[in-house]
């Protein structure tokens, strides 16, 4: 990371107007995309989305100023979706709108000084009342404190960019980055680590107990699970147990009922370690919708094929499927083959049901939350809904 984010430096040019993304090449062979530009409410984001798929890069950088802020959080949500990190370095900064897209890396790493933030403004209010400027004012800050929490940041980062005007910028320290989860991964802990791997070569350092984040040649981006650390029940029969010990057999603690909030403190096996109601105790994962990963299908339903244990036999069954299938990764990293598309309302007997009495899909096949799904990676990019 101390390494892409020295080369960023040598690498950012002037800033275009709107977006344009750029595959550059680091000295070790690794790939990352550096977007530069401004956010505009109109900009083509399946264009970054080629870029990273075509070019397997594993990492994004900004060199930007800002721009459109919802924009920037659907960017953001993009990153998280592709399982990209992100990277700022102090030579190419990324600021006002740029830093919401920042927050969207699963693993993310600044240099002191790169993040800029203040309160946002609007570009044009002409004709528009008091009343209903007040009413943006009030929801786009209630979207951006919901986006922040989504992304693990604490949403306290806006406290602190509201208090400087629209044309100042406020720069943050390494320590407030820490502080307010603005980077999983310090500035201190990269260049003061001096963990070793058994072949001499340094390790991405830990931080805050998650996990070392991967080198840049280790595993595709869509194929990383995200670590989990909160989520919601959501269970076919409507309520979770929360038991004292990893089997079902053991004494049940409490039930929650389906939309109850939680925290996931350790994943073990297939059970999450949680904290809920005030109370601790074991879950089972399939019982549980985590905020970290990206099927963010809370409340719908997904009509399961079959899980393989290869990627390559997953797609081929789905492309070879005269109905349009979609593949899935799992928390336990397989990779589970569904109908496209979620589902809400009486699925069974309006749906599912009808395709296996005509034997169009196989009577193995089954109605799930998908609670363990991490991310569609192929082969359809649908986010359809049927009710």
């Not at 209630?142 to 509201?162: H, K, N, R, T």
């Not at 019982?287 to 094929?305: D, L």
């Not at 069954?317 to 809400?344: C, E």
């Not at 991490?374 to 009710?387: G, L, N, Y």
Request: charged fraction near 20%; charge should be neutral.
């Amino acid at each position: 990371m101390a390494g892409l984010a020295l080369g960023l430096t040598l690498v950012a040019q002037g800033a275009t107007a709107r977006l344009s993304y750029e595959v550059q090449n680091l000295k070790d062979g690794s790939k990352f995309i550096m977007v530069s530009g401004q956010f505009e409410a109109d900009d083509d984001l399946a264009i970054f989305r080629d870029k990273v798929l075509s070019s397997h890069a594993y990492s994004v950088s900004f060199f930007s100023g800002g721009g459109n802020v919802y924009k920037a959080m659907e960017f953001g949500r993009l990153i998280r979706s592709l399982g990209l990190q992100t990277v700022a370095a102090r030579g190419s900064e990324c600021a006002s709108a740029c830093s919401l897209s920042f927050l969207g890396g699963v693993t993310r790493y600044a240099e002191p000084g790169a993040i800029g933030v203040h309160k946002s403004s609007f570009a044009d209010t002409s004709g528009m009342s008091v009343e209903h400027a007040v009413a943006a004012v009030q929801q786009q800050t209630a979207d951006v404190i919901s986006y922040m929490s989504e992304m693990g940041v604490d949403p306290l980062l806006l406290q602190l960019a509201l208090k400087y005007d629209s044309n100042d910028i406020r720069y943050l320290s390494s320590s407030e980055m820490t502080q307010f989860r603005v980077t999983t991964v310090s500035f201190q802990e990269v260049h003061e680590s001096d963990v070793k791997s058994p072949s001499g070569e340094a390790q991405a350092p830990i931080a805050d107990g998650r996990k070392a984040v991967k080198t840049l040649n280790e595993e595709p981006p869509l194929l990383q699970v995200p670590v989990p650390r909160s989520g919601i029940v959501q269970d076919d029969s409507g309520s979770a147990l929360l038991k004292t010990s990893r089997d079902m057999r053991s004494k049940t603690i409490a039930a929650f009922a389906n939309g109850s909030e939680l925290q996931i403190m350790k994943n073990i096996g297939d059970w999450y370690r949680v904290s809920i109601g005030k109370k601790t105790g074991y879950m089972r994962q399939p019982s549980v919708w985590v905020r970290e990963f990206e099927e963010n299908q809370f409340g719908k339903r997904y009509i399961e094929i079959t899980t393989e244990k290869s990627l390559e036999a997953a797609i081929s069954l789905a492309k070879r499927s005269f109905i349009p299938m979609a593949v899935h990764l799992t928390a336990q990293g397989r990779y589970a083959v569904t109908i496209v598309g979620t589902y809400g309302g009486n699925i069974d007997s309006l749906v599912f049901q009808p395709l296996i009495n005509t034997k169009s899909i196989p009577p193995t096949a089954f109605v799930t939350y998908g609670n363990n799904y991490v991310r569609e990676i192929c082969c359809s990019a649908s986010t359809a809904t049927a009710e």
